[in-house]
């Protein structure tokens, strides 16, 4: 015997959790890209500030140079073109410094943002996940054993509601201990389909 994935409400609802974590990953890492972008709009002025910075200070350097050698007088007048390429420079600088912080923020905000839907998932679903994996191999182990089913049915007992176990036999306990193959055989495939597996032929 070989077990499939159950068709029933067990096996649907855990296909339909997993495709809604999947969606809620890439909706939380598509709205983390979203707020990156956003708040990367800000460096915008600080582009512009660097930009003209930039061309002010090549400016009033070429300036400089071409009154620089000006005979006799060239040195004295380029003081002021000098001091005008520093200040410049300074405006530039402080452009792309205005950037890095935006870029700086973008970043941690949109890392932020990513933290909390990222841990609801690894330490939330991911651990319950992997338990029921483990379960569901371990039942997988139990029914190709030689004693498995006689297991399987023990768990059920345990685990299943009453009104369950009483729909298989008004006496199942009894039914159990007495070895019957088909009470034996229901209260297997009944934690089988707790797990969200059945038995298939």
């Keep these: 015997m070989k077990i499939y994935a159950d068709r029933f409400p067990k096996a649907a609802r855990q296909v339909f959790t997993d495709l809604l974590v999947i969606a809620w990953v890439y909706l939380s890492i598509r709205f983390s890209m979203w707020l990156h972008d956003l708040i990367q709009k800000l460096a ?69 943002a990513l933290v909390f839907p ?47 176990l009483t729909k298989i036999d008004p006496d199942v306990a009894e039914a159990w201990r007495r070895g019957d193959e088909s009470t034996v055989d229901a209260l297997a495939a009944l934690e089988l389909r707790r797990l969200g597996l059945r038995v298939g032929r």
């Design 118 to 164: 990222l841990a609801l998932v690894l330490l939330g679903w991911l651990p319950l996940r992997l338990r029921w994996i483990r379960r569901a191999n371990a039942a997988t182990s139990l029914r190709n054993a030689p004693a498995g089913r006689d297991l399987l049915a023990l768990r059920a007992l345990t685990n299943q509601p009453l009104r369950q």
């Design 44 to 112: 915008v002025p600080g582009q512009k500030l660097e930009g003209a910075g930039t061309d002010l200070a090549r400016n009033f350097a070429e300036t400089s140079d071409k009154i620089g050698r000006t005979p006799l007088v060239g040195d004295d007048l380029t003081g002021p073109f000098d001091r005008a390429a520093d200040a410049a420079r300074s405006l530039a600088e402080a452009g792309h410094n205005q950037q890095e912080q935006v870029a700086d923020l973008a970043l941690t905000l949109a890392l932020l």
